[in-house]
């Protein structure tokens, strides 16, 4: 009975980081944002406004209140917490301020290295789908309304390029882009969706993760390497 159990608790486990978050985007005039995962929605833009009643409100407010006299009693001591932290991680990490153009740029070129394979990867598991852009050009004037035509299909070209390069695009759904010389000003009406699985996401965050240990510590070591070598010369 127990390895009943806990196989139906690994399968659980297996189903929930197998599930996708899924972010969904309109624009047509207005923003409107929805991200969800499996059934449950986390973010939605707008929001509906519902009515509350005085006495919550004001329940509300006394907690709100209460939660910022905590607040200003504890920041003269968290204050001292941080300080304290900034300084062991100036310590232990890699201090910016104190680095020379050299050093910067050798690090720029650590990262690349370092963080360049996994953050692709990450990348490219994000999923752009049902996408649909309708951009209708107007304008008073007939030649600023061409050159504006001519201006946005460079951009979404642009725009759909990088996208295709960097994550994982499918076929559009639509795609319209034409003018309207009768109409003083331009439309438009942008839609997508964006996919990633959760177990996706974990993956790449700790292969990031382990791309930026691996960075610190071969900075740590050249920087050393460099220290020990001024000192010999000086020496």
Same mark, same amino acid.
């Given at each position: 009975?127990?390895?009943?159990?806990?196989?139906?608790?690994?399968?659980?486990?297996?189903?929930?980081?197998?599930?996708?978050?899924?972010?969904?985007?309109?624009?047509?005039?207005?923003?409107?944002?929805?991200?969800?995962?499996?059934?449950?929605?986390?973010?939605?833009?707008?929001?509906?406004?519902?009515?509350?009643?005085?006495?919550?409100?004001?329940?509300?407010?006394?907690?709100?209140?209460?939660?910022?006299?905590?607040?200003?009693?504890?920041?003269?001591?968290?204050?001292?917490?941080?300080?304290?932290?900034?300084?062991?991680?100036?310590?232990?990490?890699?201090?910016?301020?104190?680095?020379?153009?050299?050093?910067?740029?050798?690090?720029?070129?650590?990262?690349?290295?370092?963080?360049?394979?996994?953050?692709?990867?990450?990348?490219?598991?994000?999923?752009?789908?049902?996408?649909?852009?309708?951009?209708?050009?107007?304008?008073?004037?007939?030649?600023?309304?061409?050159?504006?035509?001519?201006?946005?299909?460079?951009?979404?070209?642009?725009?759909?390029?990088?996208?295709?390069?960097?994550?994982?695009? &499918?076929?559009?759904?639509?795609?319209?882009?034409?003018?309207?010389?009768?109409?003083?000003?331009?439309?438009?009406?942008?839609?997508?969706?964006?996919?990633?699985?959760?177990?996706?996401?974990?993956?790449?965050?700790?292969?990031?993760?382990?791309?930026?240990?691996?960075?610190?510590?071969?900075?740590?070591?050249?920087?050393? &390497?460099?220290?020990?070598?001024?000192?010999?010369?000086?020496?």
């Amino acid at each position: 009975m127990g390895w009943i159990i806990a196989a139906a608790i690994v399968l659980f486990f297996v189903l929930l980081l197998a599930g996708r978050v899924a972010v969904y985007f309109e624009y047509n005039g207005t923003i409107a944002l929805k991200i969800k995962y499996l059934c449950f929605t986390i973010i939605k833009i707008p929001k509906k406004r519902k009515t509350k009643k005085k006495a919550k409100r004001k329940r509300k407010d006394d907690k709100k209140s209460k939660a910022e006299n905590v607040r200003s009693a504890e920041s003269g001591k968290s204050s001292e917490k941080l300080d304290k932290i900034k300084e062991s991680q100036k310590k232990k990490g890699i201090d910016l301020k104190s680095l020379t153009f050299d050093d910067k740029i050798e690090l720029l070129k650590l990262a690349l290295s370092g963080v360049g394979k996994p953050l692709k990867k990450l990348l490219k598991r994000i999923e752009f789908s049902h996408m649909s852009v309708e951009v209708i050009c107007g304008g008073d004037d007939a030649a600023k309304t061409a050159i504006k035509f001519g201006a946005v299909n460079i951009v979404v070209g642009n725009v759909l390029g990088l996208l295709d390069s960097f994550f994982t695009l &499918k076929p559009l759904d639509d795609m319209n882009i034409g003018v309207d010389f009768q109409s003083d000003e331009t439309l438009a009406d942008v839609y997508f969706e964006v996919r990633l699985s959760l177990f996706a996401g974990f993956a790449g965050a700790f292969g990031l993760l382990g791309a930026f240990l691996k960075l610190n510590k071969a900075y740590k070591e050249k920087h050393s &390497k460099a220290k020990a070598s001024q000192k010999q010369k000086v020496n």
